[in-house]
């Protein structure tokens, strides 16, 4: 395949996720600019962070004047749910070379689910996580830079439009349970997730639910695993 | 502020985003064949993009306040996201859903329009 060809499909995969970063990441430069960020700065925190929810969250710390242990502090628990989609792809990144630490910078919520979603034989295509994490980036960034130009005065109505996240979400939901045709992560899912909804502050619900669901796969696992060999050894 | 503390500010978000990303791959280098890892990135993923839709769809709460009461954007927000079920499963094309979805709830939010 061409190299043209190739940013052509990585373009493809990428385009809902366009829909919703391009928006999102102007809403993010407009609001960074109301409340005193410098355009260069913003535009900056969507090069170098690159974090949807942590970028609203860093300029909201921004405008409250919050100290930098108490920034760090919170954007670690923010994004804590990032350690996990790491653990679910040790193995694919593997032998990603020189891409792989641009792969690792760019594993937003979207990245990551567009990656474990793509089907088996192009699971190890390496080339193509790496396009499609550059691409993700270039739609935020792009965002952001619309945003903080020419912010508030934008004559669109595009209002309701970041409902485009939520729709792949579900579509990226739908193929997962028709590939791998068990209920089990699905009910896990629907337990966690609706536990957190009852019981946790929204700020800490993905978070909750998704470390939740790890522990449950966790002890699912070992109950299934029989004990070390050296007892059933004959 | 000046350019350098904002730029400390920047830096320290940097920092601490990428430390959640990248502590894993440092971290369990060598576990990548182990079988409890095998078996989150299996279930994991399935599990994390159901999760992501609960909390997409975390404003529809029906039953809040014991009434009938789904916000400006409840209601919309779950006909598109049947429409998105609906699409998918009818044509299997992901991009049709997403847009055909997307459209639906924009259309609705937009004109003010809530059963």
């Known amino acids: 395949m061409s190299s043209l060809n190739a940013w052509r499909a990585a373009g493809t995969l990428t385009m809902p996720v366009m829909f919703g970063y391009l928006p999102l990441g102007a809403a993010f430069g407009i609001l960074a600019i109301e409340v005193g960020v410098p355009g260069w700065a913003a535009l900056l925190m969507s090069l170098a962070i690159y974090a949807g929810a942590g970028q609203f969250l860093a300029v909201a710390l921004l405008a409250a004047g919050a100290g930098l242990v108490e920034v760090a502090v919170a954007t670690l628990m923010l994004n804590s749910r990032h350690l996990f989609y790491g653990l679910s792809l040790l193995k694919r990144f593997k032998g990603a070379g020189w891409r792989k630490p641009y792969m690792i910078f760019s594993l937003t919520d979207e990245t990551y689910s567009l990656l474990t979603a793509l089907p088996p034989e192009r699971a190890r295509d390496h080339a193509l996580a790496f396009r499609i994490g550059l691409l993700n980036q270039t739609w935020w960034v792009l965002g952001s830079l619309v945003g903080a130009l020419i912010g508030s005065t934008l004559e669109f109505d595009s209002r309701g439009i970041e409902f485009a996240l939520t729709a792949l979400f579900i579509v990226l939901t739908l193929e997962q349970a028709r590939r791998l045709r068990q209920a089990l992560p699905f009910v896990i899912a629907l337990a966690t997730g609706g536990g957190a909804l009852l019981l946790l502050p929204d700020r800490h619900l993905l978070m909750g639910a998704i470390g939740a669901a790890s522990l449950v796969l966790l002890a699912q696992y070992r109950l299934q695993t029989p004990d070390q060999p050296k007892e059933s050894r004959p | ?115």
């Open chain 2, 1 to 115: 502020m000046s350019h350098a503390s904002l730029l400390l500010f920047i830096a320290t978000c940097a920092l601490a985003t990428f430390a959640t990303r990248v502590i894993p791959f440092v971290a369990l280098a060598r576990q990548a064949e182990h079988p409890l890892i095998l078996h989150l990135g299996r279930y994991l993923p399935p599990a994390v993009m159901m999760i992501l839709v609960i909390h997409a769809l975390r404003d529809f709460r029906p039953l809040a306040e014991g009434q009938l009461n789904a916000g400006a954007t409840g209601w919309p927000m779950i006909l598109a996201s049947l429409t998105v079920v609906g699409l998918h499963l009818w044509q299997r094309n992901a991009l049709l859903s997403i847009i055909g979805g997307t459209a639906a709830y924009m259309t609705m939010v937009q004109l003010g329009w809530s059963p």
